[in-house]
Nanobody, 124 residues
């Protein structure tokens, strides 16, 4: 079964850090674009960060630039999102997604596989 499974979410105080993981199984995703999106109730899913298959191409949403770092380990079929200096507005369900190609990378329609999401809650 091909699937993406997120982990690492939780409750953290403002200014704190969390590291999310997205483990892929069922096939190798080493040649896929992998991205993180997030969503809060009543809002559209928002692009957070994306990383190309060779890790040379990395993209960030404006609201997380300088605070979040995306990475991947193709040998482990896993992607990560290091989130530092978290703010209350970062509270959301975070999803990982995979696409053979994504142009533009922030377009959710480009992604063919999604995880179930992991909740991140930032409290003051």
């Amino acid at each position: 079964q091909v699937q993406l499974v997120e982990s690492g979410g939780g409750l953290v105080q403002t200014g704190g850090s969390l590291r999310l993981s997205c483990a892929a199984s069922g096939r190798t995703f080493s040649n896929y674009v992998m991205s993180w999106f997030r969503q809060t109730p009543g809002k559209e899913r928002e692009f957070v960060a994306g990383i190309g298959w060779n890790m040379h191409s990395i993209w960030y949403g404006d609201s997380v630039k300088g605070r979040f770092t995306i990475s991947r380990d193709n040998a482990k079929n896993t992607m990560y999102l290091q989130m530092n200096n978290l703010k209350r507005e970062d509270t959301a369900v975070f999803y990982c997604a995979a696409a053979r190609q994504a142009a533009p990378v922030y377009d959710i329609k480009q992604y063919e596989l999604w995880g179930q999401g992991t909740q991140v809650t930032v409290s003051s």
